[in-house]
């Protein structure tokens, strides 16, 4: 035979550097063999068998000399390059089988054929390998579930599987008793008569070389005798096993099967560490479900103040009764101490800016209708109120001018003290209610409004006109709920109380519509102007009202409520961050843990983008499945707020999606150091880790 041989060194050395003394492991070895020889290295512990074996196996590469595998050079390959030889050309068993745990021997088999992008029916030919070697039935059973005997089998034929042309094996052996040992021994000279396989075999027993053809001893790293006791006896030298390149699969197809590997290897990974991996979550979780809840705050938050404001219309100023104490006392709730009706009609007449005014007097009132009960807000609303405020009716009509005049006994639902008191199919208007004891006529219902900003139910609310409401409902007012002014203004009201209401004029809350929103603040100058002269305010002397313009006041608040989510969402990141850090850490513990794993993965020709990829993926599942359960907490957190608190919330999807997409990158980023460190082992060190 004059053909290229299978293996060919020339004066080989490795030098390993131990502190400060050098190790020569390999001083000079040249060595050719031919394709379908059986050679035996033989030896004693530390003559660098095993330095030797690991450089033809490409798990190692020489310090100097040359080494060329089926003439082509590979001294001076690159990873990407040894990683293909390892996983198309190259059969390596070890000594202590280096099977992956708690995967089947089918599995162990197949993998090999998963790294050469191999990808149709790897199961189906792991099972027929395993079959050849007389392991049928054994296809499912972990490596602990097998004897050592079938162990190496199971080596043997996951080294042969992607059809190398060269097995190694180095003290294949070495672990088995003698009887088990020739067995697997007669195995390896089948494959080399029958099959004409190359079989290079590391052993310190004579009787484990006298399989071979050729017997090379080894000392102190060099060759010390090599010699042939028997003629090739490989029926199909020169042929070695068939190269069989499988069809080219497309890139897209071996990436998506090595991703689904990779998927299916780390799920296994997280399940066997489960308490581990749920507690490696946590902070992704914790993280995804506070940025989810906070955003649907506040985003509902708002949504209700933008509410606020399309309610309240635009052009809009408001004036309250002010900090003022009359009489030294504070005015109690509903109270309307010092604006009266008098200054609405000044405000309409006298302000040039201004285009129309109303006015309200609020108190709490129990309205009762068939049976049912209702604590609710009653509102006694002048002329043109529901116009002012841009609050559309959904049945039924507004008051009329009659209604204003003569006082009557009518009402408007808002839409909770329709459902508090009416059944949810009956029609309310031209029902009669009672409100503080005073029936009135149902004649509208108002459209739904939502929550306030404050979280105040906006809707929980009976609107009757002003006049009503002063003579006939609020007007009769407790008397502690007056102020000192006020309970001097009520002398006789025929109540509960015994004091009759007389008419006082006071309002709540004065509602001013400026002409346009150009003249807003014109009407705000004169306005205040007038209320100050009206209410003989000295220059500089505290107001006795307050008056604002609401669309500012709502969009303050809705500034307010960003700052508000950045400052939450600034607290999830930083959960995202420490969660990440956490998912960094165990992966490099994980990475320490499953280094033989990783060797073992890179001897049967994994690359280092698969080691990589192997943990990334981990790491993103990790921190996926912490964001998934994230959201699904997130949501049902933000339904319990508002159901609980009764704060207006809006899940957002780009929160939702967001929260996803941000938790796998911070696998994505986290995930990488630790992945990259995995894939940056030395094989051949991996493989030595214990
Ligand atoms: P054998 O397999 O023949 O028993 P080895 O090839 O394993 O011998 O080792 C040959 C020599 O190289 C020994 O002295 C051993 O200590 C040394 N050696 C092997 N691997 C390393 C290493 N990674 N670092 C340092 N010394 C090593
Ligand atoms: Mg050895």
């Not at 595998?69 to 996983?87: K, M, Q, W």
């Not at 309307?336 to 201004?354: C, G, M, N």
């Not at 969402?569 to 995202?576: G, N, P, R």
Request: charged letters at 15%; a neutral charge.
């Amino acid at each position: 035979m004059s053909t290229n041989p299978v293996i060919e060194v020339v004066d080989v050395t490795r030098t390993f550097q131990l502190g400060d003394v050098e190790v020569h492991a390999l001083r000079g070895v040249s060595l050719r063999i031919e394709r379908g020889e059986f050679v035996a290295v033989m030896g004693a512990s530390g003559s660098g068998k095993s330095t030797l074996m690991n450089v033809l196996g490409c798990l190692d590469q020489p310090t100097s000399g040359a080494y060329r595998l089926e003439g082509v050079d590979i001294s001076a390959a690159d990873e990407p390059a040894l990683a293909h030889v390892r996983s198309r050309r190259i059969g390596f068993v070890f000594q202590s089988f280096n099977l992956l745990a708690r995967t089947s021997a089918a599995e162990n088999v197949a993998l090999p054929l998963f790294y050469a992008g191999r990808l149709s029916g790897g199961d189906e030919r792991a099972r027929e390998a395993l079959r050849a070697l007389g392991l049928a039935g054994r296809e499912n059973n972990h490596p602990s579930q097998l004897s050592g005997g079938q162990q190496q089998r199971v080596a043997i034929a996951r080294a042969l599987i992607n059809e190398p042309a060269i097995l190694l094996a180095d003290e294949p052996t070495g672990n088995l008793d003698s009887a088990t040992a020739n067995e697997i021994m007669n195995t390896l000279r089948t494959l080399n008569r029958e099959k004409g396989l190359t079989i290079v075999l590391v052993t310190h027993e004579s009787d484990m070389a006298e399989f071979a053809d050729r017997i090379v001893t080894m000392r102190d790293g060099l060759v010390l005798s090599d010699r042939q006791i028997r003629p090739r006896e490989s029926t199909a030298a020169g042929v070695g096993f068939p190269r069989t390149e499988s069809a080219a699969k497309s890139e897209v197809a071996v990436w998506a099967s090595l991703l689904r590997m990779a998927f299916l290897v780390a799920s296994r990974a997280i399940a066997r560490n489960k308490l581990r991996s749920a507690l490696t979550m946590l902070g992704i979780f914790i993280g995804v479900a506070a940025l989810i809840t906070m955003v649907a705050v506040g985003q509902g938050a708002n949504q209700a103040v933008i509410a606020q404001i399309e309610a309240l219309g635009s052009n809009l100023l408001v004036v309250s009764p002010g900090p003022s104490t009359t009489g030294g006392v504070n005015a109690g709730f509903g109270s309307a101490s010092t604006l009266k009706v008098a200054d609405a009609e000044a405000i309409l007449l006298e302000a040039s800016a201004v285009a129309n005014v109303s006015y309200l007097l609020r108190g709490p009132a129990q309205a009762q209708y068939g049976g049912k009960n209702w604590n609710t807000m009653v509102q006694g609303i002048s002329a043109g109120f529901l116009e002012i405020q841009s609050w559309p009716l959904v049945a039924g009509r507004r008051f009329n001018l009659e209604d204003h005049r003569d006082a009557a006994r009518v009402c408007v639902l808002g839409q909770t003290a329709f459902r508090n008191l009416f059944g949810p199919h009956e029609d309310p208007i031209g029902a009669t209610l009672l409100l503080r004891g005073v029936p009135l006529q149902v004649i509208g219902l108002l459209s739904p409004l939502g929550q306030s900003g404050g979280g105040r139910d906006q809707d929980d609310v009976i609107q009757i006109p002003f006049s009503t409401a002063e003579t006939k409902v609020l007007g009769v007012a407790a008397p502690t709920q007056l102020n000192v002014g006020q309970a001097a203004l009520y002398p006789t009201a025929p109540n509960p109380f015994g004091i009759q209401p007389k008419l006082t004029g006071l309002v709540n809350q004065i509602f001013v519509q400026a002409r346009g929103p150009e003249l807003v603040d014109t009407a705000l100058a004169e306005v205040t102007e007038l209320l100050e002269r009206r209410h003989r305010i000295a220059p500089g002397a505290v107001r006795d009202f307050d008056l604002r313009n609401l669309s500012q006041v709502a969009q303050a608040r809705e500034g307010s409520s960003r700052v508000m989510a950045l400052l939450l969402a600034a607290v999830a990141s930083i959960s995202l961050i420490v969660g990440g850090i956490g998912i960094m850490n165990i992966l490099l513990v994980s990475v320490t843990e499953r280094t033989r794993e990783i060797g073992i993965r890179m001897a049967i020709g994994a690359r280092r983008t698969h080691v990589l990829l192997q943990f990334l993926v981990e790491a993103v599942l990790l921190s996926g499945i912490g964001g998934v359960a994230g959201i699904a907490v997130g949501i049902a957190l933000t339904q319990l707020i508002s159901w609980l608190a009764g704060w207006p919330t809006l899940l957002s999807p780009v929160a939702i999606g967001g929260g996803f997409i941000f938790s796998a990158a911070v696998g994505i980023f986290f995930g990488y150091y630790p992945a990259r460190r995995a894939s940056m082992l030395n094989p051949i060190e991996a493989l030595r880790y214990e």
